[in-house]
Structures are given as C-alpha cells and as structure tokens.
C-alpha cells in the first residue's frame, strides 16, 4: 500500500518568516495530494490541494508544489502569523478510491 | 451552513461497556468515513460507507462497527471499549468516492476509565 512520509515533525518560525514542509509517498498511483491544518480539539480542515496533473498551486500565503518524478510535494506558508500555528497533515490518495494517507504531521509554531 | 456534526464532543466511558458515537451531515454527501485519531498521530481509517455500501479496512478491530441508517446519519459503535481505544474519533464526508475533497467533522474526544 501507500507509504506517506512527513518532514519536520516540529518547525518553529518567527511571525513573518516562510515555513516549508515535506512529504514523500510511495506509490506513483496517487493522484490527489491534499493538506490539512489541525488546530487544537478541532477536526482537520483543508487548505490546499493539488492532482497530479499540476506540478504548483497557489491560494494568498499558502502554495503547494508536486514533484512526480520523485513523489515529494511541499507545502509552503509564506508571511506567517500566530494564526497559523497548527498541526499540518499531508496525505496521498490513489487513484480511482477515496482513500487518505495520512503523513504524522508537522506541529508549526509561529512566534510573534 | 453545510456541515458535518458530531454528538458528543467529548464522551466518558468505562472499559467494556459499549458506547455509540454519532455523526450527522448536511452536506447530503454520498460517502462517510471514520477515522480514529490517538494522541500526536495521524488520522486512521476505520471504515466508510458509499451510500449504504460498508467498507471495512482490513486492520480494523471487529470490537468496532458503523451504521448508516440514512444518508444524513453514521454511528460509530464500540462494543467493548479498552483503554487503547481511547482517542479521537473523526467523521468525513465526500462527495462520492472520486470526489477528492474530504470534509471533516470537530471530532469525539473519547476517554475510557
């Protein structure tokens, strides 16, 4: 099955600085790639999301990039704030099933 | 506002006896998961309905079971609650199973004593 990894575990930023985070995945199957914010007590929520037909999306603050030959994509936060601060999720889903995989999550710390 | 719901937000039970968890949609959205959540961890994947149709994942435990009485409505049921159940419990909704996007729920904190 599909494997999804999730780089850092913890990323500490000052308010105003970019804040990158990684996943690789295993099986060049999966075709959609969301990310979720998860604030505390709360479910997640998405933020952005990219197919495997687009190699980059950008919402504001918030873009996402897919590299297929090497089955990475990052999520990139520029101009952070406190507000941002949350436990990211990326996740892979194979095609033709609405399964999620998971990465373990990233906790992002914005300092003011 | 179109939403998924979950009742109760936080629930308290005691090892082995049942407790049922409830999800509710207004979405109208062919498709609920549930996934368990522990502490520090990833959402995993229990089970999903399309429609009525009821998926299990392989490595699910058989002391978990679901039900979708109508489109609007899942419950997750927990038949003999151990203290490594405790965690929290996520519904999701999707629009159909190749409908990417997945809605989800604030979550059940459940404790078990």
């Known amino acids: 099955g599909e494997n999804v990894e999730q780089h850092p575990s913890t990323l500490s930023v000052q308010e105003g600085d970019s804040a990158v985070i990684k996943c690789t995945y295993s099986d060049s199957a999966s075709n959609y790639f969301p990310w979720y914010k998860q604030e505390l007590g709360k479910g997640p929520q998405l933020i952005i999301d990219i197919r495997s037909n687009v190699g980059e999306k950008k919402d504001q603050r918030i873009a996402v990039t897919l590299n297929k030959t090497a089955k990475h994509f990052s999520l990139h936060i520029t101009e952070t704030q406190p507000e941002d601060s949350a436990v990211y999720f990326c996740a892979a889903s194979l095609y033709n099933f609405n399964k999620f995989y998971f990465g373990s999550g990233t906790k992002l710390n914005v300092k003011p | 506002d179109a939403m998924v719901i979950q009742n109760p937000r936080y629930q308290v039970t005691q090892f082995g006896k049942p407790v049922t968890l409830s999800c509710s949609q207004t979405l109208n959205h062919n498709v609920m998961y549930w996934y368990q959540q522990k502490s520090s961890q990833a959402p995993k994947l229990l089970f999903h309905?399309?429609?009525?149709?009821?998926?299990n994942e392989a490595d699910t435990p058989d002391n978990f079971q679901s039900r979708r009485p109508n489109t609007s409505f899942c419950f997750l049921d927990i038949r003999s609650p151990g203290l490594g159940d405790a965690a929290m419990y996520l519904c999701?909704?999707?629009?159909?199973?190749?409908?990417?996007?997945?809605?989800f729920g604030p979550g059940t904190r459940l404790t078990v004593t």
């Open positions: 309905y399309y429609d009525k149709d009821f998926n």
């Open positions: 999701a909704t999707s629009i159909s199973d190749r409908e990417y996007e997945q809605y």
